[in-house]
Antibody, heavy 116, light 106 residues
Framework: QVQLVESGGGLVKPGGSLRLSCAAS????????MTWIRQAPGKGLEWIAY????????FYADSVEGRFTISRDNAKNSLYLQMNSLRAEDTALYYC?????????WGQGTTVTVSS | AIQLTQSPSPLSASVGDRVTITCRAS??????LAWYQQKPGTPPKLLIY???TLESGVPSRFSGSGSGADFTLTISSLQPEDFATYYC?????????FGQGTKLEI
């Protein structure tokens, strides 16, 4: 079945780095744009990054621009989010999602906690 | 960046009610809008895309309308499983921002 599974979350100190992964299955991964979204505890959804089919075009939210990098490996059916210079306000549940006239497939999310 | 403002928030209603949630964009976005439903502890679920197209498998009591800067999500007859938080999202320009959410409660 169509599925996205995130991994790589955890506890990290302010200023630290983390790399999230999203494993896709059940569909032709290279046919779809992909997106990362996050949700801070008790808060709403925040769109943070987008990547095109080929991986050549990326866009970021201002809140993460210059600190986070989205990438993909179509041969491995995988999406990534490299997060550097992490701050307390980056604490959230991070989702990957497939874009097809809306975000139609979501993973269950992976939790990132930034705390000393 | 395009801002989306949802109203009302929260929204109190009862089973069987017809409810409407509004999403207003800070500038025109044509019909590039989606609606999602999120229940606690679960990821959002796509309900509507392109402002008015129902996602496959979504009950027909959900409908969307609007274009330009003003959009609505309507639930024609509330069911117990519809009590959740609803978000709009624009796909017109990056960043693809979400509205702040509307919690639909009893």
């Amino acid at each position: 079945q169509v599925q996205l599974v995130e991994s790589g979350g955890g506890l990290v100190k302010p200023g630290g780095s983390l790399r999230l992964s999203c494993a896709a299955s059940g569909f032709i991964f290279s046919d779809y744009y992909m997106t990362w979204i996050r949700q801070a505890p008790g808060k709403g959804l925040e769109w943070i990054a987008y990547i095109s089919f080929s991986g050549r075009t990326m866009f970021y939210a201002d809140s993460v621009e210059g600190r986070f990098t989205i990438s993909r490996d179509n041969a491995k059916n995988s999406l990534y989010l490299q997060m550097n210079s992490l701050r307390a306000e980056d604490t959230a549940l991070y989702y990957c999602a497939r874009e097809d006239a809306g975000l139609d497939v979501w993973g269950q999310g992976t939790t990132v906690t930034v705390s000393s | 960046a395009i801002q989306l403002t949802q109203s009302p928030s929260p929204l109190s209603a009862s089973v069987g009610d017809r409810v409407t949630i509004t999403c207003r964009a800070s500038e025109g976005i044509s019909g590039a809008l989606a609606w999602y439903q999120q229940k606690p502890g679960t990821p959002p679920k796509l309900l509507i895309y392109d402002a008015s197209t129902l996602e496959s498998g979504v009950p027909s009591r959900f409908s969307g309308s609007g274009s330009g800067a003003d959009f609505t999500l309507t639930i024609s007859s509330l069911q117990p499983e519809d009590f959740a938080t609803y978000y709009c999202q624009q796909f017109y320009n990056f960043p693809y921002n979400f509205g702040q959410g509307t919690k639909l409660e009893i």
